[in-house]
Structures are given as structure tokens and as C-alpha cells.
């Protein structure tokens, strides 16, 4: 298990509430113009863009929101300019995050990231420091109550996932980045709902802390995925049995 149900779990138990889905669906948006604008608004042509969109079906995203913010890529519509930026922080006990920003002001960005992590415990690290301690990995997420995990793994095992495992009600399919596609379409086409997926960051060995520790790492990352110039906070934070976030 990569851990990543447990995130899953734990942001899914505080509750979908209206205003993280829509902070969600906002840096969704913003992905999707940025891939529009860099590759154009076709998805056939455009791998970014196909995959921002999975991601957005993915989350349920209304496909009148998907087509505005291809719109505001292409320049159809007034949108803003966006700069993509990549942060590495370690924190205490060898914990590393890879923050990923897409921002209209790179210095208020840069400013807010420093800060967070300064307040946080963390220090900004090298580029490439902690990079290498993660692999990309396709990963989607699905509600254990409302399927079981043999249905979704009889549907996604065809579809060319790598594995399907059940855990604290939520059924996590791993996936190679280039396999996700097919995965999701295979998914798509037998009408199954996702929580969440995407191409993602995944550590190859986590790091295990006490659950003080654990629980200011989660609160960091948590304040960092609030900030509305982040975009991703991948952690390679192991969660212990029973971890319950505040």
C-alpha cells in the first residue's frame, strides 16, 4: 500500500464540504487552462489537457466548467496567466514534500510557501532532493460503500490497472501514468463515480513518525493545499493505524 488511501481517508472523513470542493474544482480549473494555453484546447492532441480533464470528470466536475476553463486557455475567453513552479521542502525526521504551484504572482507565491513551511517546521531543500524519493503513479479513489472492491477490480484489472486495494472504505486502483487513461475510460464507461483521481507523486519508501509529528506534518500540508497558488502536496509521511486528523 502506497498510503495514499489514507490521505484519501482522512480528507474524505472531514467531509467533501461545499467550499473544499469548490477551492478543488478552482485549482482544477486552473490546470486545465494552463494545459489548454501551453498544448491547445484539443484534447486528442494534447496529452496535459486529456489528463487535467480525467481528473476533472474524475472529481465531478460539470462539463460546463471543463469546456470555460479550456476556453480561457485557448484565449476564447478573458482568463489569466498562470506560472507553473515547483517547491522541495524537507521537514524533521527525513519527511520531504514536492509543493507544485501554478500562480498568476510568483513572489507572493514564493513568499507564502516560505513562510508556511518556516511556521510548519520545514526548510526549502535543493532541487532534486526530494524529487528522487518519489515516482509518478496513476491513482484514483472510489467510495468502498457504494462499490465493492471485486467490482471495481474485475472492471479496472481489464482496463490495464496495476492493482485494487480496499482500505478504510475506500477502494484506491493504482495505475502506470500511461495506463491511466485507459483505466479511467474502462471506469467512465461502466458508470462508476470517482472521489478523486490522478496522475500522482508517489514515494517509494515512506517515512513513519510519532503521532505528534504526524499530525504537524498533516497540519502543514493541509494549510499548504488551502493556499489557493498550490496546486499539489505530495508527502512521503507514512500514516499510522488508527491516525485520525483533527
Known amino acids: 500500500m502506497s498510503g495514499h488511501s489514507k490521505w484519501a481517508t482522512i480528507k474524505h472523513a472531514k467531509g467533501a464540504a461545499d467550499a473544499k470542493r469548490g477551492q478543488m474544482f478552482t485549482k482544477l480549473i486552473k490546470e486545465i487552462s494552463i494545459a489548454a494555453r501551453m498544448g491547445g484546447g484539443d484534447p486528442n492532441g494534447n496529452p496535459r489537457l486529456r489528463t487535467a480533464i480525467l481528473k476533472a470528470r474524475g472529481a465531478n466536475m460539470p462539463k460546463d466548467n471543463i469546456d470555460r476553463a479550456i476556453k480561457k486557455g485557448t484565449g ?43 511556521r510548519g517546521g520545514g526548510e526549502l531543500a535543493k532541487a532534486g532532493s526530494v524529487s528522487r524519493l518519489f515516482k509518478r503513479q496513476g491513482i484514483v479513489t472510489i467510495d468502498g460503500e457504494k462499490y465493492t472492491e471485486d467490482q471495481i477490480m474485475e472492471i479496472a484489472l481489464e482496463g490495464g490497472a496495476d492493482d485494487v486495494a480496499l482500505s478504510d472504505g475506500i477502494i484506491e486502483v493504482t495505475t502506470k501514468p500511461e495506463d491511466f487513461e485507459t483505466v479511467m475510460e474502462a471506469l467512465n464507461a461502466k458508470g462508476i463515480e470517482t472521489l478523486d483521481a490522478e496522475v500522482s507523486m508517489v514515494p517509494d519508501v515512506e517515512v513513519s513518525l510519532d503521532n505528534d509529528a504526524t499530525g504537524k506534518a498533516v497540519k502543514l500540508i493541509e494549510r499548504l493545499e488551502e493556499n489557493e497558488d498550490v496546486q499539489n502536496v505530495y508527502s512521503n509521511v507514512a500514516i499510522p493505524e488508527g491516525f485520525e486528523a483533527e
Open 76 to 118: 476564447e475567453l478573458e482568463g489569466v496567466n498562470y506560472e507553473e513552479l515547483t517547491y522541495e521542502a524537507f521537514l524533521g525526521g527525513g519527511v520531504g514534500l514536492l509543493i507544485e504551484v501554478l500562480t498568476d504572482n510568483k513572489n507572493r507565491a514564493a513568499a507564502d510557501v516560505r513562510n508556511m513551511l518556516t
